[in-house]
Nanobody
Framework: QVQLVESGGGLVQAGGSLTLACAAS????????MAWFRQAPGIEREFVAT????????YYEASVRGRFTVTRDNTKNTMYLLMNNLKPEDTAVYYC?????????????????????WGQGTQVTVSS
């Protein structure tokens, strides 16, 4: 089993920045691709960004591309999401997820159902 804990959320003004972290513990050798998702009130959870196990491949949802950057430090078992130029529509609970199925060290996926482990979420609120 893998446990994921998000941190770094908070309240920020539009145009500001935040960095989220996702710390993993447990059987971290079973973590391969990882991702960030978010859920706003009344809206289904949606994909934000994904990163491969070796950190070389990333993919972003269109509305965050160019503003958000996903990275990971496998020596610290931690994934990060740097969010710049935040907008009110970025307000949501942000979740990190990890996939225990190995395909390759460069595999990435935006598909929610492929992720096996989930954190509890961290709230990000962007005021206008």
């Amino acid at each position: 089993q893998v446990q994921l804990v998000e941190s770094g959320g908070g309240l920020v003004q539009a145009g500001g920045s935040l960095t989220l972290a996702c710390a993993a513990s447990g059987q971290t050798s079973k973590m391969y691709s990882m991702a960030w998702f978010r859920q706003a009130p009344g809206i289904e959870r949606e994909f934000v960004a994904t990163i491969s196990r070796n950190g070389r491949n990333t993919y972003y949802e269109a509305s965050v591309r160019g503003r958000f950057t996903v990275t990971r430090d496998n020596t610290k078992n931690t994934m990060y999401l740097l969010m710049n130029n935040l907008k009110p529509e970025d307000t949501a609970v942000y979740y990190c997820a990890a996939d225990e199925q190995w395909y390759s060290d460069t595999y990435i996926t935006p598909r929610e159902y492929e992720y096996d482990y989930w954190g509890q979420g961290t709230q990000v609120t962007v005021s206008s």
